[in-house]
């Protein structure tokens, strides 16, 4: 089984809709963050968490929420998705601090039609 | 301008090539410089860590970074086709858990 499991793998969704992606992983790592990676942006990051009472904003946070329910999980939410939050969504889990690995899951295809 | 630069490619390159792919930056202050390889369809993967100014080699990657020019490399010798993928620098400040990444360069090595 993988470290960091993403779910789903793909989804199509219609303009204004609500969608939520979830991630878990059994790293036992404090730190969990999701990435959106676009074309000729790179990966960006949305929110990251460093334990179950933490959360913060980042680069690109508007038009997204996220919840950690236990120290494994950690999901984002769409309230109300649009055309260009199309892209493929990363969730990552670190040990802490800048100079450790993020290991991150297998990613999920988003399409907002 | 973006903090990390990175020629998106896609680089070609015949099997058995040296192959140089590089970053460049503009926050003097970051700290640890790191290689992700990131293969179709999968998430990214550390590949090699290096702290502050200076070299690092594991088997036939050697990472460099020269905080003076500001400017990150990956040098791949004897290149193979498994090492077809895309790979990302990402950067980060001391103790802060924020990785900056670049976009990617995408590899293509061919038999």
């Known amino acids: 089984d993988a470290d960091v499991t993403q779910t789903p793998r793909n989804r199509i969704t219609k303009t204004g809709k609500r969608i939520m992606l979830e991630c878990s992983q059994t790293?036992?790592?404090?730190?969990m963050y999701w990435y959106r990676q676009d074309p000729g942006l790179g990966l960006r990051l949305i929110y990251y968490s460093f334990d179950v009472k933490d959360i913060n904003k980042g680069e690109i946070s508007d038009g997204y929420s996220v919840s950690r329910q236990a120290q494994a999980k950690f999901s984002l939410s769409l309230e109300s998705a649009i055309p260009n939050q199309t892209a493929l969504y990363f969730c990552a889990t670190s040990d802490g601090g800048g100079n450790t690995e993020a290991f991150f899951g297998q990613g999920t295809r988003l399409t907002v039609v | 301008q973006k903090e990390v630069e990175q020629d998106p490619g896609p680089l070609s390159v015949p099997e058995g090539a040296i192959v140089s792919l590089n970053c460049t930056y503009s926050n003097s202050a970051f700290q640890y410089f790191m290689w992700y390889r990131q293969y179709s369809r999968k998430g990214p993967e550390l590949l090699m860590y290096t702290y502050s100014s200076g070299n690092k080699e594991d088997g036939r990657f050697t990472a460099q970074v020269d905080k003076s020019s500001k400017y990150i490399s990956l040098f791949i010798r004897d290149s193979q086709p498994s090492d077809s993928a895309t790979y990302l620098c990402?950067?980060?400040?001391?103790?802060?858990?924020?990785?900056?990444f670049g976009t990617g360069t995408r590899l293509q090595v061919f038999p």
């Open positions: 990402a950067m980060s400040l001391y103790n802060t858990d924020k990785l900056i």
């Open positions: 790293k036992g790592h404090d730190r």
